[in-house]
């Protein structure tokens, strides 16, 4: 099974400006989710994109994936204080519905 | 009330111990996981269980064992503890043919 690396491994910004992670891999894939996790607590599922989407919405987050270039991205609008977290994508592939997860981008949103 | 919960939520123990970390689950998913996190290396896959009587290694499973006793409970144990298994433990269960894993709370282990 495949990981997914992100980048950056840390993102610092100000409360109020965009924050964009991305996710590379290597082989197709059949889905990537992003996580978000808070210092110490369990993952939250965000979002999953199928690998024959291009974009997906919820809420200020909006996730893209290109396979062309086997890559996703996540940005999260007008970040708050409580978006402070690690964010990990987590990519399924082959006949596995189990991700495999990278290791994160730890992102701190200044008030 | 939580979802998935995990016992205990932390745990110091001594060089070979044995001990167990137990995981329930109320959201009637067959699918059941348990993950290692260490800092800067992301989550690491023990176990998984895919039904009561399913029982699968994953990526780092030396050292350590898993019980299903049911559909709601998973347990992960630790035959023999070593510092190097000092680790944040997280239990998952996902729904069958879906990716979204539901995670617990974690278990912060400290092995002396």
């Known amino acids: 099974s495949q990981q997914g690396e992100e980048d950056p491994q840390a993102l610092s910004i100000q409360e109020g400006e965009n924050a964009t992670m991305n996710c590379s891999y290597k082989?197709?894939?059949?889905?990537l989710q992003w996580y978000r996790q808070n210092s110490g607590r369990g993952l939250v599922h965000l979002i999953l994109?199928?690998?024959?989407?291009r974009e997906k919405h919820s809420g200020r987050l909006r996730v893209t994936l290109d396979t062309s270039k086997k890559s996703s991205s996540l940005l999260i609008t007008a970040s708050r204080a409580a978006d402070t977290a690690s964010y990990f994508c987590?990519?399924?592939?082959?006949?596995?519905?189990?991700?495999?997860f990278g290791r994160g981008t730890s992102l701190i949103v200044h008030p | 009330d939580a979802d998935v919960t995990q016992t205990p939520r932390n745990r110091i123990t001594k060089t070979g111990k044995r001990i167990m970390l137990e995981c329930s689950q109320t959201?009637?998913?067959?699918?059941m996981y348990w993950y290692r996190q260490d800092p800067g290396l992301g989550l690491r896959l023990i176990y998984y269980?895919?039904?009561?009587?399913?029982?699968n290694k994953g990526e780092i499973s030396d050292g350590y064992s898993v019980s299903r006793q049911a559909q709601a409970k998973f347990s992960l144990s630790l035959e023999s503890a070593i510092p190097n298994q000092t680790a944040l433990y997280f239990c998952?269960?996902?729904?069958?043919?879906?990716?979204?894993?539901?995670f617990g709370p974690g278990t912060r282990l400290t092995v002396t």
């Open positions: 998952a269960t996902s729904d069958l043919g879906l990716a979204e894993q539901y």
């Open positions: 082989t197709s894939i059949n889905n």
């Open positions: 994109i199928r690998s024959n989407e």
């Open positions: 987590a990519i399924t592939s082959g006949g596995s519905y189990i991700p495999t």
């Open positions: 959201k009637g998913h067959d699918r």
């Open positions: 269980s895919f039904d009561v009587k399913d029982i």
